[in-house]
């Protein structure tokens, strides 16, 4: 083999793994919009008390960790709105109580719950997440303007007041608190979609995310 012909090959060799490099690099730096979540955390993600939105047996799942006392959870509640009136017969949502702002929070989510017993769910949610800024300041929430404004939504405040304390609402904040941390949510809201974490967040991430999974539903 000639010097020249040697110089040749190394020169190729050299440039094509520059190339392949390059590309590797490149792949590595591209953030995937969701990842799987592992088998064991697959049943901590849905539990059957959970409240759900939708169609009940919808065949895409979007779980939501949700505090109604979370902005960002208020500001994404038209999207997720918006996605069930698209696909009213592909997508469900469940929510998974966060209560990550304490004491507001807390009351909140057990209002939400006896609003749920007396089957004013939805108007109570809604209203609260109207009127999160009169009453979730996280630093000094106004806990009786929450029950003042769920009463206004339908509430039966006289029967809410033993409802809240009931082992089975206890235990669903208790339980839902152990899934959190089990899961490792750290922030809210946090999406899964059919067992999927979004981990490229921002509304239409999550708007493709439910779009993939509603066709990958539709070609099986």
């Known amino acids: 083999m000639t010097r020249k012909t040697l110089v040749l090959i190394t020169l190729t060799t050299v440039l094509a793994l520059f190339a392949l490099g390059s590309w590797f690099v490149s792949r590595s730096n591209t953030a995937p919009v969701a990842t799987s979540a592992p088998a064991e955390q697959q049943e901590q993600l849905v539990r059957a008390y959970s409240p759900v939105l939708g169609r009940e047996d919808a065949p895409v799942t979007i779980v939501e960790f949700f505090d109604p006392a979370c902005e960002a959870c208020r500001a994404f509640h038209p999207i997720v709105?918006?996605?069930?009136?698209?696909?009213p017969e592909d997508v469900r949502v469940v929510?998974?109580?966060?209560?990550?702002?304490?004491?507001?929070?807390e009351l909140a989510i057990k209002v939400l719950e006896a609003a749920r017993m007396q089957e004013v769910f939805l108007p109570v949610l809604e209203a609260l997440l109207e009127n999160q800024p009169s009453w979730a300041?996280?630093?000094?929430?106004?806990?009786?303007?929450?029950?003042?404004?769920?009463?206004?939504a339908g509430l039966n405040v006289t029967a809410a007041a033993d409802q809240i304390k009931s082992p089975g609402v206890i235990g669903i904040l208790n339980q839902d608190r152990a899934d959190v941390k089990?899961?490792?949510?750290?922030?809210?809201?946090?999406?899964?979609?059919?067992?999927?974490?979004?981990?490229?967040f921002g509304a239409k991430q999550l708007i493709a995310l439910v779009q993939s999974e509603v066709q990958a539903v539709a070609g099986n």
């Open 95 to 105: 929510l998974r109580y966060t209560p990550f702002h304490g004491e507001g929070s």
């Open 137 to 152: 300041s996280h630093g000094a929430p106004e806990t009786a303007r929450i029950v003042e404004i769920a009463a206004a």
């Open 182 to 200: 089990a899961v490792g949510i750290t922030g809210t809201p946090t999406f899964f979609v059919n067992g999927k974490r979004l981990t490229d």
């Open 81 to 87: 709105k918006q996605i069930l009136a698209e696909y």
